[in-house]
């Protein structure tokens, strides 16, 4: 059974950096595409970044390029999202998720892309 459970999540100030993890178990990763999504109340999950289990595919949202990092540990299991620069927008629940139909295909960005989800971290922003 696949998990993916978030980590890192906490209160920063703005302009403070974060590092959010996702660990993942429960099968071979080997072929999936690893994404990246955030939540405001009232909103629509909102993409952030996405990646390929072999990193050789990665993509960001307009919103936060050049502010974020994706990046895999195959060993570890591990998808990690460095966010710079934070600003008050960037407060959401930010969730991990995967999908095994991504791999060599797909655009990353839509939440019906993936079929596994975690169960969140929240992130604040202040000032």
């Known amino acids: 059974q696949v998990q993916l459970v978030e980590s890192g999540g906490g209160l920063v100030q703005t302009g403070g950096s974060l590092r959010l993890s996702c660990a993942a178990s429960g099968r071979s990763f080997s072929r999936y595409g690893m994404g990246w999504f955030r939540q405001t109340p009232g909103k629509e999950r909102e993409f952030v970044a996405g990646i390929d289990w072999s990193g050789a595919r990665i993509y960001y949202a307009d919103s936060v390029k050049g502010r974020i990092t994706i990046s895999i540990d195959n060993v570890k299991m591990t998808v990690t999202l460095q966010i710079y620069s934070l600003k008050s927008e960037d407060t959401a629940v930010y969730y991990c998720?995967?999908?095994?139909?991504?791999?060599?295909?797909?655009?990353?960005?839509?939440?019906?892309?993936?079929?596994?989800w975690g169960q969140g971290t929240q992130v604040t922003v202040s000032s």
């Open positions: 998720a995967a999908s095994g139909t991504l791999y060599g295909s797909g655009t990353y960005t839509h939440e019906y892309e993936y079929n596994y």
